[in-house]
């Protein structure tokens, strides 16, 4: 039985239970939200060992990090590096979207060594494959992409991203929207490069109901993927994209009643002012599913801040009801991320989770911001450090600049206002 059927039938699984008190919240009430569609606990039956996690209503807002091979640099132990840093760095899942090398080796090593859940995007697999031995994507096998999903579920792939909404309907509302970046996804770009030169349906739409096969015999997770996620901002929550969102929303509830977990991904490129509109229209469409945002990215001219920029955004989707934050690193459309730009991604994107579990009014999200504002009081500089989301980058900062008094800092000094108050409140 898949985990929303143990729900619906009542029992509390183990899983469940860690995540009830990972939350603090009732094994009852988890149950409840994994029935309803809510909630979801990505595992794959077969990937042991793992830290389950709680994504949706009512959990903690959880954070993505990326990492993956590419054509021009395909070292599988930097991968494995990335994935330890952004561990460490306290990343709830990683997705690996490797491109270059041997695919299913890169995710086996990752599946083998991740503590946390992993998610791929198995058209990648597909495309690499019909190019070997096809030449050419357009040629690809619809066994060929349903393989490769089989193929990760057999591996231990926890949740798999498939652009289930790119139909020939968007595909022709697409044309008529005259974006400025047609199609940014690469899963939704190869996907539409096949159905335009074979002039046939999706297969990931067409034969959803194989794809709810697979899934369920692993109970891996699908992650319907926003093939029409804006580019830039002023593609933002056009016709297309909503029209995608809408064939999502039909398919997350045929998804459940085969008892198969479903989260929504969403944009992308966005304004500020249309953030929350968006999250309250997904919620709506895709009855309350747990909604995957990356970003969204609230600017277009920031290449080299592109974390500061998704980590805005985040925070404000967060709070509006978002679930899950797909990190953005510095290196978001120049390059593929060195080790560093996963750790200041990692952080950047927990910011964003942390200030959006505040504004939700999570219980206990604000505990640690009260903790460290006491220490602040009292000029106690390790309690600071050790509370502090990155205590490594703050006690750097601090040791590079030491003042003369330890008990103030560099920047005021003696003038140190908490200080001076101190000394007439007697504290």
Not at 138 to 153: H, L, P, Q, S, Y
Not at 201 to 230: C, H, Q, V, W
Not at 292 to 310: E, F, Q
Not at 311 to 321: D, E, Y
Request: charged share 30%; net charge negative; hydrophobic share 40%.
């Amino acid at each position: 039985m898949t985990i929303i059927e143990d729900a619906r039938a009542g029992r509390i699984t183990d899983d469940m239970m860690l995540v009830s008190k990972e939350e603090g919240l009732p094994a009852g009430k988890i149950a409840e939200g994994i029935g309803s569609g809510k909630v979801i606990i990505t595992k794959n039956r077969l990937h042991k060992g793992i830290k389950p996690i709680g994504i949706g209503s009512g959990m903690r807002t959880k954070v993505n990090a990326n990492i993956g091979t590419s054509g021009d640099h395909q070292s599988i132990e930097e991968e494995i590096e990335k994935l330890k840093v952004a561990t460490g760095a306290g990343t709830d899942a990683i997705m690996d979207l490797s491109t270059g090398g041997d695919l299913r080796e890169i995710r086996r090593r990752i599946l083998e060594s991740s503590l946390i859940p992993v998610g791929t995007v198995p058209i990648y697999q597909a495309a690499v494959t019909s190019v070997e031995r096809h030449g050419f994507i357009g040629r690809m096998k619809e066994d060929e992409i349903f393989d490769a999903i089989e193929a990760d579920g057999e591996l231990g792939v926890d949740f798999v991203t498939v652009h289930c909404g790119v139909t020939l309907g968007t595909l022709e509302r697409l044309k008529k929207e005259g974006r400025i970046l047609d199609v940014v996804s690469r899963g939704g770009a190869f996907l539409f490069e096949w159905m335009i030169y074979n002039e046939k349906e999706n297969p990931l739409y067409e034969r959803f109901d194989r794809l709810l096969e697979i899934a369920k015999r692993y109970d891996m997770t699908l992650s319907l993927g926003d093939g029409l996620r804006p580019g830039c901002l002023a593609d933002a929550t056009d016709r297309a994209q909503i029209q995608e969102l809408i064939v999502l929303g039909e398919l997350t509830e045929r998804a459940w009643k085969e008892g198969v977990q479903v989260m929504i991904e969403g944009p992308g490129h966005m304004p500020i002012n249309q953030i929350e509109m968006n999250v309250r229209i997904e919620k709506e469409l895709c009855k309350g599913a747990p909604f995957y945002v990356l970003g969204p990215l609230v600017t277009d001219i920031a290449p080299g801040y592109d974390h500061i920029v998704s980590a805005i955004g985040g925070a404000v989707a967060g709070a509006a009801g978002a679930d899950f934050l797909c990190y953005v690193t510095p290196a978001e459309h120049l390059r593929l991320p060195t080790i560093e730009d996963v750790r200041e991604g990692v952080i950047a994107a927990r910011i964003a989770a942390h200030a959006a579990d505040i504004a939700k009014g999570i219980d206990g999200s604000m505990e640690r911001d009260t903790q460290l504002a006491r220490c602040r009081k009292l000029l106690d500089w390790e309690g600071q450090i050790r509370l502090s989301i990155d205590p490594g980058k703050a006690r750097r900062m601090r040791e590079e600049r030491r003042p003369i008094e330890d008990e103030v800092c560099t920047m005021c000094g003696s003038l140190c206002a908490i200080k001076v108050v101190n000394k007439y409140m007697k504290t």
